[in-house]
């Protein structure tokens, strides 16, 4: 039962309870009493359901992406490389999923489709492929790269999967007017306006030299480590896009988007974070609110001190909001040299993210350079774009200083 209907059948019960102590029938007020009092309890759990809801990461919500479980435990990117590749390799069962996937894209591969299935794992990287060949060594210890985590879909953004053609989600922008009038008066007129938010294909994609040893000799945990590689390096390109995304050949990200509200050179991060709040708060913004910066900005909010030299603390400086460190937000946000990183504060439930097809491959053996030292050329792609529900549910913060403030111009809130 959702909460709106439990808080709709407690109105009914205390109408009854009004009855009972209206015509002094305890009996009844008794029953209603207690199925109140348990009526309460579920209502109570109810909200806290609603509460943890709103804080849940960004999960697929519309489309079935879901292979059966014997593609999933079958299906090897290694060998669908290999295979279109040209190398003698058994990749029957990957070639005929392949008719399946070009189903969830509405399209045919160009290469191979690789399902999103495989993606689900923690992100490793390396060299090109040769030192992936099985030798003395310990697959389990590849060393990854230094690389950004990917943010948004933690922070509570909305994906949408197994998308085909051009996607419109209509909005209403303003609902009818509520008036009061006299007995035998007419009440005026007022229509609910509406338009819409649209998605549409965006391709982002890389190209990358891998050594024919790694596609024939690796070991099963490269197997794994080729899952990891493309599933981060598309997580951070989604990533990038979200937040900043210009909307030519990208997604229009959060910070491109046209009615997002601004709060300009900010004095301090105290007033940075307290203006960002009030702006959401009068905007009627969502629960899921999260700041999402720079780690500079951690920096100088971890080096600020009280009037007595003594640290005042991340949080209270950044006045107990939920906070996210990365280097994916732009370090260059505003026109004041000097203190020029931002901030997007918001309910980031609002930013939708669509996804459109699996990861399309495409190998090329022929390429010169590749085909001198017998490697392959892979070309990797997916379609995805990002749109923003209702633009001011996001707060961006420009010129945020980056000085570390002086004992006597910092106040303890």
């Not at 596609?215 to 945990?221: G, I, N, V, Y």
Request: charged content about 25%.
């Amino acid at each position: 039962m959702k909460t709106s209907d439990m808080i709709e059948q407690r109105a009914g019960i205390v109408a009854r309870m009004n009855a009972a102590h209206e015509t002094d029938d305890n009996a009844a007020f008794e029953a209603a009493d207690s199925e109140l009092r348990a009526l309460d309890a579920k209502l109570d759990r109810q909200r806290k359901i609603d509460a943890a809801d709103r804080t849940e990461i960004g999960t697929p919500i519309n489309g079935d992406n879901k292979l059966t479980s014997e593609i999933r435990s079958r299906f090897h990117i290694g060998r669908a490389i290999a295979g279109a590749a040209g190398l003698a390799v058994d990749w029957g069962f990957e070639r005929e999923v392949q008719t399946e996937l070009a189903k969830r894209a509405g399209r045919n591969a160009e290469g191979v489709f690789i399902p999103t299935e495989c993606f689900e794992t923690r992100v490793l990287t390396t060299a090109a492929g040769s030192e992936l060949v099985p030798t003395e060594h310990r697959p389990d210890q590849y060393i990854s790269a230094l690389v950004a985590s990917s943010v948004v879909r933690g922070m509570g953004a909305r994906v949408l999967s197994g998308l085909t053609g051009n996607l419109s989600i209509p909005r209403e922008t303003d609902s009818p007017a509520i008036g009061w009038v006299a007995e035998n008066s007419a009440l005026t007129a007022d229509d609910a306006d509406f338009d819409a938010i649209t998605l549409s294909p965006k391709h982002a994609g890389a190209l990358s030299e891998w050594s024919r040893n790694m596609l024939m000799q690796a070991s099963p945990d490269v197997e794994s480590l080729l899952r990891q590689m493309l599933a981060r390096n598309l997580a951070l390109a989604i990533d990038r896009a979200a937040i900043r995304g210009g909307g030519t050949n990208e997604p229009k990200g959060v910070l491109e988007t046209t009615g997002i509200q601004k709060v300009t050179a900010p004095a301090s991060l105290f007033d940075a974070v307290a203006d960002a709040v009030a702006l959401a708060d009068v905007a009627n913004v969502g629960a899921s609110r999260g700041l999402l910066t720079t780690p500079e900005i951690r920096k100088i909010a971890a080096k600020a001190l009280d009037a007595n030299g003594l640290p005042i603390g991340i949080d209270k400086v950044l006045g107990g909001v939920s906070a996210t460190f990365s280097n994916q937000v732009p370090k260059t946000l505003g026109g004041t040299p000097g203190a020029e990183h931002g901030m997007i504060y918001g309910d980031w439930s609002e930013l939708l993210i669509g996804i459109w097809s699996e990861i399309d491959i495409l190998v090329n053996p022929f390429e010169s350079t590749a085909y001198s030292k017998g490697n392959v050329m892979i070309r990797a792609m997916a379609t995805v774009d990002c749109a923003v529900r209702h633009p001011k549910a996001f707060v961006s913060v420009e010129d945020v200083t980056t000085a570390t403030p002086a004992m006597p111009e910092v106040v303890t809130p």
